[in-house]
């Protein structure tokens, strides 16, 4: 079974500075892994994922994610945080090969960033 | 474009009731999924739909949950007998087809309250 973990349940970051919020996981084979944002009364908002190739992956609103395959980790990370950055990010996994393709998410780290 | 939407976004009723929560997915998108978030979880996988028929059921909690897709568009999550506990946050979410198209758009959500 799939897993993953996010082992802060709150970050506090000054704006300005760069933010890391972290994610390991668990899975067979090679994973799909996911970063998503919520605000507050809203849905899941992609960021940025993971499938192959480059082990640092760039998404939305300067966010980046690095993939590191010895210590099963997927951090999200950003140079310079911002007062919007605030809000519940979530990391999932999806196993590879056919299947359904459902993800199995960690249960969210909040971010506030101080002006 | 549109993106996936929820309706109702609030859904109050009591113990031993029956709700339906719908999902419109993005256009042309054939796989459709539904997750329920708990108050401080990440979302947990219910259903998947390929086209018209489930595909993975296998994140249903117990036969009060059905869900349909009769058309392969629009989707109905539906819950017998209502219990406090399944007081939650539904969210439906949307794929295009192919192994290659893996992210997942989330809708707002429904908050459904169970008195």
């Known amino acids: 079974a799939q897993s993953v973990a996010q082992p802060e349940d709150q970050v506090n970051v000054a704006e300005g500075n760069p933010l890391t919020v972290k994610c390991t996981y668990s899975?067979?084979?090679?994973?799909?892994l996911f970063w998503y944002v919520q605000y507050p009364n809203r849905g899941l908002q992609f960021l940025l994922k993971y499938i192959t190739g480059d082990n640092l992956v760039k998404g939305s609103y300067g966010f980046e994610a690095e993939f590191n395959k010895s210590q099963t980790s997927f951090h999200l990370k950003k140079p310079s945080a911002l007062v919007s950055d605030s809000a519940l990010y979530f990391c999932a996994v999806r196993a590879p090969g056919a299947g359904s393709y459902q993800l199995t998410f960690g249960k969210g780290t909040k971010l506030s960033v101080i002006p | 474009g549109a993106g996936v939407s929820q309706t109702p976004s609030n859904k109050v009723t009591e113990k031993g009731k029956y709700v339906e929560l719908r999902c419109d997915p993005i256009?042309?998108?054939?796989?459709l999924y539904w997750y329920r978030q708990s108050l401080g979880q990440g979302p947990e996988f219910l259903i998947y739909f390929q086209g018209t028929g489930a595909a993975d059921d296998s994140g249903l909690p117990n036969d009060r949950f059905f869900a349909v897709r009769p058309e392969g568009s629009v989707s109905t999550l539906k819950i017998q007998r209502t219990e406090r506990g399944d007081s939650a946050v539904y969210l439906c979410?949307?794929?295009?087809?192919?192994?290659?198209?893996?992210?997942?758009?989330f809708g707002p959500g429904t908050r459904l309250t169970v008195l």
């Open positions: 256009s042309g998108h054939t796989a």
């Open positions: 899975v067979s084979g090679n994973p799909y």
């Open positions: 979410a949307s794929k295009s087809s192919g192994a290659s198209t893996d992210t997942q758009y």
